[in-house]
C-alpha cells in the first residue's frame, strides 16, 4: 500500500493569509488510510502522540481510524479528553501530586516512569487505570542525543539494572519508546534488545506499548516489515496487546507553512525577510537541526536565482537557509514551506512578539477554511 500526495494548495493561495499553516485533509487521510492497515493487518492498536500533532480541528478524521491518544501529562489528556475521546494513554517523566488524579480520571492507561513514582501513587490506580512501567531497552539508532532517550544517563525509563520485579504487583503493561523518524528494521532491533532484557515479565502483562518514532507513512518505510513484526510478537505472547503511539507519522507530509516575502534586502547576496520565523514556527529546523524544503526551490546555485530566506524575529540565527528559485523574488511573492504540520504549532513561541502563524484547512471539497488566528493578547497573556 503506498501513499499518493498531490498537494492543492496553489488552487487557494490566494485567499489564504499569510504567515499560516495549512493542513490538507486529503492528504492526512492518506496518512490515516495507511496507518489504519497497519492495525487491520497487525492487529496492534494505533494512538496519536499529541505531542508532536494536536491540531484538534482535524480530531474528528482521525478518530475515525485511531484508538485514542497518547499523551504526555494532563494538558494533553485534557485535550484528548474534550477533542478526541475514545483511548487515552498518559506517559510523563513525572507526575506530581496536584495533578495525579485528574490524570487517572482521565486516562485508561498510565504510565510510570520510573517504580517510585508507581510506589507513590500505586493505591490511587488501583482499579481506575491500567498501569504500566517504561523501560529503557538501551539501544538506539538516534545520532543525536537531544532526541536519543537511550542517552548515556538517560533519565527516561527504568534499565534493567534498576528494574525491580518485586515491586510488580498491579502493573499491566511495559513501554519503551526508543525511535526517532526509524524505519521498521530499527524497530526489529531495539523490540529484540527489550525482548532479551525484559522478556520475562511479559507474559505476566496485558500490554506492551511499542512506543513513538515509527515513521510508518515516509515513502520508504517498510509496513509490510512492520506488520511482521507485531504478528510475530503477538504469536509469542499469547496475542498480547500491542500498541504503536506515533506523532509524527501522522503529521508527516500533510501540510504546509504558507509565507510572504515583506522586503528584500542585500549583503553578499540576496535576502528575503519574510513574515515568519524559523526560530518560532519551525523550531526543529533550529534544533535538530534540518533544512526545510521549499516548494519549487532548490538548493543554492541549482536554479537561476539564488537568495537567502531569513526570518522576522531579532535573533541573528533565524533564518532558513539559501534556495534557488527560476526567477528573481519579489515583494508580496508567497514562500511555501513543505511538511509543516507535526512538531511546529505545538512547540511555537511569541517570542520578540512576533505573531503566532494562523491555522487553516483545505477541506476535501476544495474550499479553503482559516480555523483559527492570533493577536497581541496570545502574547500578553503567557507572560
Ligand atoms: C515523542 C513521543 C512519541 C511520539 O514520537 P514521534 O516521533 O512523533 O512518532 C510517542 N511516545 C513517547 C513516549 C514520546 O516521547
Not at 488510510?33 to 492487529?43: A, E, N, R, T
Not at 503477538?234 to 507530509?253: F, H, S, T
Not at 504546509?256 to 524559523?278: E, F, K, Q, R, W
Request: aromatic letters at 10%.
Amino acid at each position: 500500500m503506498k501513499i499518493k500526495r498531490v498537494s492543492k494548495i496553489d488552487s487557494v493561495l490566494k485567499e489564504i493569509p499569510t504567515p499560516c499553516y495549512v493542513l490538507e485533509e486529503e492528504l492526512l487521510r492518506e496518512n490515516l488510510k495507511l496507518l489504519k492497515y497497519v492495525k487491520d493487518k497487525s492487529g496492534a492498536k494505533i494512538l496519536l502522540a499529541l505531542k508532536g500533532y494536536a491540531f484538534y480541528e482535524s480530531f474528528p478524521m482521525i478518530r475515525e481510524y485511531l484508538d485514542g491518544c497518547c499523551s504526555s501529562g494532563l494538558h494533553e489528556s485534557i485535550l484528548a479528553k474534550e477533542e478526541f475521546g475514545k483511548e487515552i494513554h498518559t506517559y510523563s517523566p513525572v507526575f506530581k501530586d496536584d495533578e495525579i488524579d485528574e490524570i487517572i480520571e482521565l486516562s485508561n492507561h498510565i504510565t510510570f516512569n520510573s517504580f517510585s513514582q508507581y510506589q507513590r501513587y500505586k493505591d490511587k490506580t488501583k482499579g481506575k487505570v491500567s498501569v504500566g512501567i517504561r523501560v529503557n531497552p538501551q539501544l538506539s539508532f538516534s545520532t543525536v542525543a537531544h532526541y536519543n532517550p537511550c542517552a548515556m544517563n538517560s533519565r527516561l525509563g527504568v534499565t534493567i539494572v534498576e528494574f525491580k520485579p518485586e515491586l510488580l504487583e498491579g502493573v499491566e503493561g511495559l513501554h519503551f519508546h526508543a525511535l526517532c523518524e526509524e524505519n521498521a528494521g530499527a524497530l526489529e532491533a531495539v523490540l529484540g534488545s527489550f525482548e532479551e532484557k525484559f522478556g520475562k515479565y511479559i507474559p505476566q502483562m496485558k500490554w506492551v506499548n511499542f512506543g513513538g518514532g515509527h515513521h510508518i507513512t515516509r515513502d520508504d518505510y517498510d509496513v509490510e516489515k512492520l506488520i511482521k513484526i507485531i504478528k510475530d510478537f503477538k504469536d509469542r505472547y499469547d496475542n498480547i496487546e500491542v500498541y504503536l503511539e506515533p506523532g509524527e507519522a501522522i503529521g508527516w507530509q500533510s501540510g504546509v507553512l504558507i509565507a510572504t516575502v515583506v522586503d528584500i534586502v542585500h549583503n553578499g547576496i540576496d535576502i528575503a525577510l519574510l513574515d515568519t520565523s524559523a526560530e518560532a514556527h519551525m523550531p526543529d529546523t533550529i534544533i535538530m537541526p534540518y533544512r526545510v524544503e521549499v516548494r519549487d526551490a532548490g538548493k543554492e546555485g541549482e536554479k537561476r536565482y539564488t537568495i537567502k530566506l531569513g526570518g522576522n524575529s531579532c535573533l541573528a540565527g533565524d533564518f532558513m537557509g539559501n534556495y534557488s528559485f527560476d526567477r528573481k523574488l519579489k515583494i508580496g511573492d508567497k514562500i511555501i514551506f513543505e511538511d509543516q504540520m507535526h512538531y511546529t504549532f505545538v512547540k511555537n513561541t511569541t517570542f520578540n512578539g512576533v505573531r503566532l502563524p494562523s491555522l487553516g484547512i483545505l477541506r476535501e471539497n476544495g474550499e479553503y477554511e482559516t480555523i483559527k488566528s492570533f493577536d497581541y493578547n496570545d502574547y500578553k497573556r503567557r507572560i
